[in-house]
């Protein structure tokens, strides 16, 4: 969501139009207008002050900085799915797993019949 969205439903949800946020904060109904539509790029701080006190939320928050960003997500989901391959199969497991995954195919191909010739034989497989 951006900050514009955010006003926009802040606004929305404390029953304000867009003339009367406009007075609160001393602009015009146009400018809450483009603050919504996000046609403006830097509100001054004293209105986002403002408007963060109109609204009873931090300016971080209006200004949707503790949102994380698409990337951030991604790479949070990748971190805990690389947690609980850990926490299944252990450390070691992993550090196999990601050497395993900087081989190119031919070299994988090649590591997945050795391993598999070593548990073929039972000589080398855990109880």
Not at 59 to 67: A, G, N
């Amino acid at each position: 969501m951006t900050m514009g969205e955010y006003i926009k439903q802040l606004r929305i949800q404390h029953g304000y139009s867009q003339d009367e946020l406009g007075k609160l904060c001393g602009v015009n109904r146009a400018a809450v207008n483009k603050w919504e539509l996000g046609t403006v790029e830097n509100i001054k701080r004293s209105t986002i002050k403002r408007l963060s006190e109109i609204f009873g939320v931090s300016p971080c928050e209006l200004m949707c900085f503790d949102e994380p960003t698409e990337e951030e997500l991604k790479i949070q989901k990748e971190v805990e799915t690389l947690e609980k391959f850990q926490e299944c199969f252990g450390r070691e497991t992993l550090e196999a797993a990601s050497l395993f995954m900087k081989l190119d195919e031919k070299d994988r191909s090649a590591v997945t019949g050795i391993i598999q010739s070593l548990l073929s034989s039972g000589k080398y497989e855990r109880e």
